[in-house]
């Protein structure tokens, strides 16, 4: 009996860890994808070689959301697939392919159409995408929405939007951003979306 209840007791433990390893995934995926974002957000520009095209392509979103459900699957998600394939095969050479890391890439390489999901209507996404973002593991429109108000500066992460919340009441991006400002010299790209305040006398 003793030896049931150890075995028990070992299984249960296993499947908290399992479940502990799931949810860390989901943590790393929303807060590196958030990050990436972030930094397309605010530095670079249109015409830098290399990404002057993914900044472009930035810009135009934050000027027409819904723009990027005309572009093809891999338009969309080529260079997040790219970049999700690259964090594999770190883990791969390193030896850390496990519940959490195998989580991190596989939600991590679904960051931009979890995002195409949140501009899209329901009768667009159908009962099944519909439901899933109802569910905390996908982002839900409602909560990508909060990027794209005000100065569009905030709430970068984009796969289960968990991460916003935490980074936002602690000011982690402008901290950052401070941090680069004075180690660097260089100040985040205003949004050209954007509109200045008037100055008033």
Known sequence: MSDFILT?????????????Q?????LLADFVTGFFHWLEDRYG?????????????????????????TRTFFQRNGLTYFLAACFAVSFLIVGWVNPLTITAVLFGAMANEFHNWSHKKPSENG??????????FVISPFEHAKHHRGKKNTHYCAVTG????PLERVRFWRKMEA????FARLRPRRDPTVRRRPITA
């Not at 028990?8 to 502990?20: D, G, R, V």
């Not at 941090?179 to 004075?182: H, V």
């Open 8 to 20: 028990l007791s070992e299984t249960s433990l296993q499947m908290l860890w399992f479940a502990t």
């Open 22 to 26: 799931i949810i860390l995934g989901l």
């Open 45 to 69: 520009g249109p015409s830098w070689p290399v990404i002057g095209p993914i900044i472009r392509s930035t810009i135009r979103h934050h000027k027409k959301p819904r723009r990027m459900v």
């Open 127 to 136: 009962p099944l995408i519909t439901w899933l973002q109802k569910t905390p």
């Open 162 to 165: 968990w991460m916003n919340e």
């Open 179 to 182: 941090i680069i400002r004075a």
